[in-house]
Structures are given as C-alpha cells and as structure tokens.
C-alpha cells in the first residue's frame, strides 16, 4: 500500500520560510522520480517542482523558481520542499505525488504522477 505524507504546512508571514516533508512508504521509492503540486481554493493543481530518482534533476515552476527547493533522502525515503520568501500567492494545498514509472525521464504534468498524498495546507499572510 503506498502512502504519502506531508507534513510541515502552517500559517506564515510574508517573506517567511516554510520546510514541506513528504515520508513515502509502500514502494521502491528510491526508483521513482517525486513531485510537488499545489492547488489553491478555485484553482486547478499546479505544478511546482520536480526531483529525479537519485536527486540529480530538478525542475521548478517559474512561479517558484529561485525561491523553493526541492531535495529528497532516500536513505530516509523522503521528499522536503524548502520555501523562502513566501508571497501570499503561494497559499495553497501542497501534495507530493510519485511519478508513473520506474526511472522516470520527468514531468510538470499531474496526470504522469500515479500516487498522491493528502496534502498540508500552507497559508501566507500579507
């Protein structure tokens, strides 16, 4: 059974920083390319930034480029987005997702991630 859980969402302050975790269980975790996506009230899910299977690709949306980071453990299995100089406009759900095969080349698109988490909600104050 795969699970995902995010954890690390709260209220903050404009300009402040917020560290997002993602601790996957049920798969080979370490085989699989790791997203993260946020949808806010009225809006569709966007994409935020990828991480290859051995961490060595990256890729951002340019919403959130330059500002957020994503990193992963695998030893932990476990995804961390790291966000500073949040904007109100990054109020969101955010949901890590696992992406569709084994080995994956990468995506920004949601229909090519197969497991989703619950998500945690990150609100950002003016």
């Known amino acids: 059974q795969v699970q995902l859980v995010e954890s690390g969402g709260r209220l903050v302050q404009s300009g402040g920083s917020l560290r997002l975790s993602c601790a996957a269980s049920?798969?080979?975790?370490?085989?699989?390319?790791m997203g993260w996506f946020r949808q806010a009230p009225g809006k569709e899910r966007d994409f935020v930034a990828r991480?290859?299977?051995?961490?060595?690709?990256?890729d951002y949306a340019d919403s959130v480029k330059g500002r957020f980071t994503i990193s992963r453990d695998n030893a932990k299995n476990m995804v961390y987005l790291q966000m500073n100089s949040l904007k109100p406009e990054d109020t969101a759900v955010y949901y890590c997702?696992?992406?569709?095969?084994?080995?994956?080349?990468?995506?920004?698109?949601?229909?090519?991630?197969?497991?989703w988490g619950q998500g945690t909600q990150v609100t950002v104050s003016s």
């Open positions: 049920g798969y080979a975790f370490t085989r699989y390319g």
């Open positions: 997702a696992v992406e569709y095969g084994l080995y994956g080349l990468g995506s920004r698109n949601l229909h090519d991630y197969e497991y």
């Open positions: 991480i290859s299977w051995n961490g060595v690709s990256t």
